[in-house]
């Protein structure tokens, strides 16, 4: 048998070997920072090349990229060789920065960032130049790859570590991009750092010295290959985001994103009393998806609401004719659906602030995504099996996420948490059911008029419905079924018809509002 046919058995051909985005994570569950683990999430990512998309060169890809702990160990020598001294572990922000090509744009945009810190009270510790090797990349990425820098910033003496002061580093970032078109800052923060570009998967590891020195520990590794699917490819989309990787599209995003930018008016904050006006807008519309996901996520953690709680919100499980959870948890996510639309889709998506790693699963599981945890206490989560060579005899659990489902990992605590115990912590925080009862107001429960519908003859009601734009159509396929039913009408997706604003008839008012969503 020739190579060509061993490769190419029966229905299955080599050539259709690419999917959707891959992703996977490796975690230290006792948070044990080391090497290792830098070393098996570039595995990992390796081995999902069949899941990232490249150019017709195949010398450019979509994007690649790695969510990692910032490693102490690692950034006070890279500083101290700069003359900078960080200080303590967490007590400094590191930021990557991808700036202009232009060296007096970039030079400006330094210069604004260093000003901005100042007048936000921060001390501005210095720059760092990050090592590259751009000979690894296709002529694609490389025309267009920004100035990569990183930047450290020291934490005020009365501010605490962890959220608070990365709460101060989102704000500083905020105000940065509103002053400075040019810059894409990749992350900011005292717990996280973010290495991504138009790379295939193998130039990750060769691009980044970084990620090959010994020194750069982590006990929390996410990854990511990118298959453009909604937006072109370029460095910034790369993911990780800020906080998430994602595999998969979100449907509804245009109007999740309006929503989130209505809502922006009457938002308040104790954490941003004062400074609200610096952080707004909240979400980027111009960013992918999942960008702007991560950009309602990021507000919503620094506005003080716990990460998996602010997936839960966004991303539910499906509650509302389902019999079999609790009371409680009906009642949390009844209460929160009247302040947040679910961000849907065919979605799996790993988060990470630092501290904790989690993963949550659309409600369909259109995006599956499977776990082992090992005996000596690591979790590898990946879109599928077969990423990361584990001895059998080390496999303590072999599982997967289950439709609507989540995970989550707490290296301070030192221990995984299940679906079931993370969302009856959450659901019985508060007496949602109480506040539910009290102030929730049903339609149905609205007193009716005590006045006569008014009717009208057949002949004066067809006239009025020619001329508000109503078919024959609409009024048997639509409309019936719901005066009858109360149900609303089943149809094709596929619509042929003219755009309102160019038939020519006369279409009716709601004719002109369509759902955007994405499709692939």
Same mark, same amino acid.
């Given at each position: ?27 230290? =569950? ?35 990229? =790695? ?53 936000? $009270? ?25 100035? =990569? ?18 709460? #101060? ?26 290495? #991504? ?175 082992? =945890? ?58 949602? $059911? ?23 003859? #057949? ?62």
């Amino acid at each position: 048998m020739d190579k060509q046919n061993e490769r190419n058995t029966g229905l299955y051909n080599k050539s259709f070997e690419h999917d959707n985005c891959g992703i996977g994570a490796i975690v230290n =569950i006792k948070g044990i920072k080391t090497h290792k683990t830098v070393e098996n999430a570039l595995s990992i990512v390796e081995n999902l090349e069949h899941r990232a998309g490249k150019d017709a060169e195949g010398k450019t890809g979509d994007g690649v990229g =790695i969510l990692l702990q910032i490693s102490h160990k690692f950034f006070e020598k890279a500083a101290k060789n700069l003359g900078i001294n960080i200080g303590k572990e967490r007590e400094y922000g590191v930021g990557m920065f991808f700036f202009s090509q232009d060296e007096f744009k970039r030079k400006q945009a330094m210069k604004m960032f260093e000003i901005i810190a100042q007048k936000e $009270g921060l001390e501005f510790l210095g720059w760092r130049k990050v090592p590259t090797r751009p000979e690894v990349l296709g002529k694609k990425a490389l025309d267009v790859m920004p100035g =990569i820098y990183q930047c450290f910033v020291k934490k005020p003496e009365d501010c605490e570590e962890g959220l608070p002061f990365d709460r #101060k580093l989102y704000i500083l970032r905020k105000v940065f991009e509103q002053s400075n078109e040019d810059t894409y800052v990749v992350s900011l923060s005292s717990r996280t750092i973010v290495y #991504k570009g138009m790379f295939l998967v193998g130039q990750l590891r060769t691009f980044f010295e970084d990620l090959n020195s010994p020194d750069y520990e982590s006990a929390i590794a996410l990854v990511h290959s990118r298959f453009s699917t909604n937006t072109n490819p370029s460095w910034r989309r790369a993911h990780p985001n800020r906080f998430i990787v994602h595999n998969g599209e979100i449907n509804t995003i245009k109007g999740n994103a309006d929503k989130m930018l209505a809502r922006e008016e009457n938002m308040e904050s104790k954490y941003f009393k004062g400074v609200m006006h610096k952080v707004i807008p909240v979400v980027n519309t111009e960013g992918s998806d999942s960008a702007m996901l991560d950009n309602t996520l990021e507000f919503l953690v620094m506005s003080g609401m716990d990460l998996p709680l602010a997936v839960m919100i966004t991303i539910p499980e499906p509650w509302t004719h389902n019999k079999l959870i609790s009371r409680e948890k009906k009642d949390f996510y009844q209460y929160y659906a009247t302040m947040m639309e679910p961000w849907d889709g065919p979605a799996s998506i790993l988060f990470s602030d630092g501290d904790i790693m989690g993963a949550v699963l659309d409600r369909n599981g259109l995006r599956p995504s499977r776990y082992y =945890i090992t005996k000596d206490g690591e979790l590898i989560l990946s879109s599928e099996v077969g990423v990361l060579d584990i001895d059998p005899a080390n496999i303590e659990i072999k599982e997967r996420l289950h439709p609507g489902k989540m995970l989550l990992v707490d290296t301070v605590a030192g221990r995984v948490i299940d679906d079931e115990e993370l969302k009856e912590k959450y659901a019985c925080r508060e007496p949602y $059911g109480e506040w539910l009862d009290n102030n929730l107001i049903e339609l149905r429960d609205l007193k009716i008029p005590n006045k006569k519908v008014i009717e009208y003859e #057949k002949t004066e009601r067809a006239r009025l419905q020619k001329s508000f734009g109503y078919t024959y159509e609409d009024f048997h396929s639509i409309i019936l079924t719901m005066a009858k039913n109360g149900g609303e009408p089943i149809a094709a997706m596929g619509v042929d018809t003219p755009l309102a604003p160019i038939s020519k008839q006369n279409p009716s008012l709601f004719e002109y509002f369509k759902q955007l969503f994405a499709q692939v």
